[in-house]
T-cell receptor
Framework: GDSVTQMEGPVTLSEEAFLTINCTYT??????LFWYVQYPGEGLQLLLK?????DKGSNKGFEATYRKETTSFHLEKGSVQVSDSAVYFC???????????FGKGNQVVVIP | DGGITQSPKYLFRKEGQNVTLSCEQN?????MYWYRQDPGQGLRLIYY???????QKGDIAEGYSVSREKKESFPLTVTSAQKNPTAFYLC???????????FGPGTRLLVL
């Protein structure tokens, strides 16, 4: 079935550093791709999305490009802030059964 | 305000007891979902419903039950058959196939 793989382990970095979180996917169709963010004790919030190949989603300084040739949707931000500390989930939507498949998430900790 | 409401925020269950988690939405979305999140883990789908009076099992339905009598409401019952119920439970909705899922604030279930 459709699946999403995120890089292992938490990410710790200093304020103003460059952030990359890798996400690759396996899908039989043409899924939509999402990044969600979860702050402590809260539900998930949509950060950005892309619905077709070569689309770039962007929001709050974060960007991700839907790369069909490498089946990837890596999340990037050029200069992180302490307030970006959260857990980030990559997900894909299987339009056939209207379900989302999630990666395991990455804890991001930004140190002042 | 439009949105998704989950109650209560914290819920305590005694051994052998059934408990019900509430999820209400006023977004007029057709599909609703229940996920379970364990510490350091991704989200796992318990049940979902794409239309009133119909629902499907997700990946970990054993020990849980749901109903969908109204479009706005999708309560989840954690039965005594669920031997490890301690987790964070998230409800989500979506308007159409392949579109963004929107999440509620979550309910944390603890066993006494």
């Amino acid at each position: 079935g459709d699946s999403v793989t995120q890089m292992e382990g938490p990410v710790t970095l200093s304020e103003e550093a460059f952030l990359t979180i890798n996400c690759t996917y396996t899908a039989t169709g043409y899924p939509s791709l999402f990044w969600y963010v979860q702050y402590p004790g809260e539900g998930l919030q949509l950060l950005l999305k892309a619905t077709k190949a070569d689309d770039k989603g962007s929001n709050k300084g974060f960007e991700a490009t839907y790369r069909k040739e490498t089946t990837s949707f890596h999340l990037e931000k050029g200069s992180v802030q302490v307030s970006d500390s959260a857990v980030y989930f990559c997900a894909l939507s299987d339009q056939g059964n209207n379900r989302l498949a999630f990666g395991k998430g990455n804890q991001v900790v930004v140190i002042p | 305000d439009g949105g998704i409401t989950q109650s209560p925020k914290y819920l305590f269950r005694k051994e052998g007891q059934n408990v019900t988690l509430s999820c209400e939405q006023n977004l007029n979305h057709d599909a609703m979902y229940w996920y379970r999140q364990d510490p350091g883990q991704g989200l796992r789908l318990i049940y979902y419903s794409q239309i009133v009076n119909d629902f499907q099992k997700g990946d970990i339905a054993e020990g849980y039950s749901v109903s969908r009598e109204k479009k706005e409401s999708f309560p989840l019952t954690v039965t005594s058959a669920q031997k490890n119920p301690t987790a964070f439970y998230l409800c989500a909705t979506t308007k159409q196939r392949g579109e963004t899922q929107y999440f509620g604030p979550g309910t944390r279930l603890l066993v006494l």
